[in-house]
Nanobody
Framework: DVQLQASGGGLVQAGGSLRLSCAAS????????IGWFRQAPGKEREGVSC????????YYANSVKGRFTISSDNAKNTVYLQMNSLKPEDTAVYYC????????????????????WGQGTLVTVSS
């Protein structure tokens, strides 16, 4: 079975950091791009970041550029999202998802392109 397990959420003060992890299993990791999305209460789901392990290309939403860093450990089939300088507006449930590797990185924000989704992990940033 395909599984994406997101973890690492929690409560942090503004300006703090968290690292989210997405552990993948049940599919060939190198054949997929892994993205992070978030959804805040009352808001639409937003594409945050994505990485293609095949070529190392990455995508970041403008709202997180310079603060978040995505990375991949292919040996562990795990993608990380390092989140620094967190703001209250980063508060959301964060989800990881997998899309076929031929995804254009410039389209990584589009959740319709992702085949598999993990459960969310809640990130709460207090002011």
């Amino acid at each position: 079975d395909v599984q994406l397990q997101a973890s690492g959420g929690g409560l942090v003060q503004a300006g703090g950091s968290l690292r989210l992890s997405c552990a993948a299993s049940g599919f060939t990791f190198a054949d997929y791009a892994i993205g992070w999305f978030r959804q805040a209460p009352g808001k639409e789901r937003e594409g945050v970041s994505c990485i293609k392990s095949s070529d190392g290309s990455t995508y970041y939403a403008n709202s997180v550029k310079g603060r978040f860093t995505i990375s991949s450990d292919n040996a562990k089939n795990t993608v990380y999202l390092q989140m620094n300088s967190l703001k209250p507006e980063d508060t959301a449930v964060y989800y990881c998802a997998a899309a076929p590797i031929f995804l254009l990185i410039s389209s990584a924000y589009n959740d319709n392109l992702y085949d598999y989704w993990g459960q969310g992990t809640l990130v709460t940033v207090s002011s």
